[in-house]
């Protein structure tokens, strides 16, 4: 009877490890099939492209970027705190408190999130060159709970000083974001990466071409490892009839081929994310218009040069 007893205990024991096993490998497996690596160019989003849609939690912005086939993401800071938790207040000082004592549970919880969906959180956008010093602190802390590379802001001067003793002190980056300041004859992107080793560059190849009507090819040959990440865009340039303006992509003027095709040629390990600025047509959604330009990148990284 025991021997009985022990047989059919072993086997429900072996059918319960080939049931965990089978499970685990779904997940491997459903985790995996999600890949915007294109020909070794790693295509990404900036949340930011979804702010259109009804929801705006993280579990939308996760969704959001799985329904269009992404596998990798620039968290806008916003969704992810309201999931940690943030207070609903408009008194800064409840925010700073908030900020300078939450657990990192929740961001770690985050990261699982997206992790299992096959979805890398590479950069975190959170953070500001007027925060204090516990809040820049709880920035980089959150940064490195969602195992991203660093936080995004900004780019001048005097916040990429302000951010370097935080990044070396976290061993993460502080990550620069132009707008059009490249087309200001005073603007240097070396004097802010000067500023320190940990401060690195993603470069808006739309901004930059809008505000100079100059391909940003020969910028990222020579800056190319002090670049984390793009964020690209079709725009015109500033001498078109509608100068410097957001464009349905292939329809402006931003060589966004060549970029492609510049770190498909040379492995620059730079992760290049969509941003949806143009307006999405009233026939389509933001995450249809994401996955468009997801398809553009694909033709674009097919063609051989």
Known sequence: MKTTKNRISTALKLSVMVLLFLSAQTNLFAASKQNSKISGVQIGTITYSFRSIPDQTLQ???NAAKEAGLSSVELMGGAVEQFAGIPASS???VIRKWRSTVSMDKFKEARKLFNSNGIKINILKLGDAGWSDEE??????A????GAQG????????AAARFAPFAEKHNLYAIFHNHGQPGNPKFSFDRVLAKGPKIMLNLDCGHYFGATGESPVALIKRLHNRIISFHLKDKTGPKAASPNKNQVWGEGETPIADILNLIKKEKYPITCDIELEYTVPANSDAVKEVAKCLDYCKAALAVKK
């Open 136 to 141: 820049i602190d709880y920035a980089f802390n």
């Open 143 to 146: 940064c490195k709970a969602l």
């Open 91 to 93: 008194d800064p000082q």
């Open 151 to 158: 936080i995004t802001s900004e780019i001048s001067e005097d």
């Open 60 to 62: 939308g912005m996760l």
